[in-house]
């Protein structure tokens, strides 16, 4: 009872937020991503760069995850993880994908809709040779989101992988993957502390943005 009512006294969109002017923005959402990207970072949020990646699984149900945005440019977005992953497996059989982003500080969300697909073996070896020695190692064991049946056993995976990685420090793990989202439509969602959010969604339609304003 006292949490639920901790929970109803809880506020949300407060601002005060940037403004948005829908009417002012480029003729595709690339562009416009990395201007409100620009503004998160300005405005100091915290990991502005953790998404939520929506899959499909074998069932047809959804399966949604955090990840952390790798790269960004004209032509999509950027995401790493095994391809023996689940998530791997499922892209594999559908590679039908959402991005979701939030950025509480400013009450903005983006929604990306779209396909996802490999990145070629060069950009995913230097992406894996980026990361830290322990997520490289775990990468390298293949066993992510596998039962662990004892916490001792991944201490001791994770220092045999490390042996491994220090006699032979450009190891690159086969199953590494960077993906890339090519998007169908995005929606930019400025949110209002009186509920009047703006929201604009651009969509592809015969190779051209479409640009529209959406009820809130
Ligand atoms: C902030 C944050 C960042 C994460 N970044 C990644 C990432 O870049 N790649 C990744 O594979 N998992 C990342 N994870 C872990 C995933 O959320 C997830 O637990 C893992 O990938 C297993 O998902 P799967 O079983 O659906 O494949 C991150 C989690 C959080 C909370």
Same mark, same amino acid.
């Given at each position: 009872?006292k949490?639920?009512?901790?929970?109803?006294?809880l506020?949300?969109? %407060?601002?005060?937020? !940037?403004?948005?002017?829908?009417?002012? /923005?480029?003729?595709?959402?690339n562009?416009?991503?990395?201007?409100?990207?620009?503004?998160?970072?300005? &405005? $100091?949020?915290?990991?502005?760069?953790s998404?939520?990646? #929506?899959?499909?699984? #074998?069932? $047809?149900?959804?399966?949604?995850?955090?990840?952390?945005?790798?790269?960004m440019?004209?032509? $999509?977005?950027?995401?790493?993880? *095994?391809?023996? #992953?689940?998530? *791997? +497996? +499922?892209?594999?059989?559908? !590679?039908? @994908?959402?991005?979701?982003f939030?950025? #509480?500080?400013?009450?903005? +969300? @983006?929604?990306?809709? *779209?396909?996802?697909? &490999?990145?070629?073996?060069?950009?995913?070896?230097?992406?894996?040779?980026?990361?830290? =020695?322990?997520?490289?190692?775990?990468?390298?064991?293949?066993?992510?989101?596998k /039962?662990?049946?004892?916490?001792?056993?991944l201490? =001791?995976s994770?220092? %045999?992988?490390?042996?491994?990685?220090?006699?032979?420090?450009?190891?690159?793990?086969?199953?590494?993957?960077?993906?890339?989202?090519?998007?169908? %439509?995005?929606?930019?969602?400025? $949110?209002?502390? =009186?509920?009047?959010?703006?929201?604009?969604?651009?969509?592809? %339609?015969?190779?051209?943005?479409?640009?529209?304003?959406?009820?809130?």
């Amino acid at each position: 009872m006292k949490d639920t009512h901790k929970l109803k006294n809880l506020k949300s969109l %407060e601002g005060p937020f !940037p403004k948005f002017d829908p009417t002012n /923005v480029p003729s595709n959402p690339n562009e416009l991503f990395q201007e409100w990207f620009y503004t998160v970072i300005e &405005k $100091g949020v915290h990991e502005p760069h953790s998404m939520t990646l #929506s899959t499909i699984n #074998s069932f $047809g149900y959804p399966d949604a995850r955090v990840l952390i945005l790798k790269d960004m440019d004209e032509d $999509g977005w950027y995401f790493a993880s *095994g391809s023996n #992953s689940v998530k *791997g +497996q +499922q892209l594999k059989m559908n !590679p039908n @994908v959402s991005l979701t982003f939030y950025w #509480s500080l400013i009450g903005r +969300q @983006v929604r990306i809709r *779209g396909t996802s697909c &490999k990145v070629g073996k060069e950009r995913s070896a230097k992406d894996f040779l980026e990361r830290g =020695e322990v997520a490289r190692a775990l990468a390298l064991l293949g066993k992510q989101s596998k /039962v662990l049946p004892d916490s001792k056993i991944l201490e =001791e995976s994770i220092l %045999e992988q490390i042996e491994r990685l220090k006699s032979k420090p450009n190891t690159v793990d086969a199953h590494w993957c960077l993906y890339k989202v090519t998007a169908s %439509e995005v929606e930019f969602w400025q $949110g209002d502390r =009186e509920r009047k959010h703006i929201r604009l969604l651009y969509r592809m %339609e015969n190779n051209k943005w479409i640009k529209e304003l959406l009820w809130p």
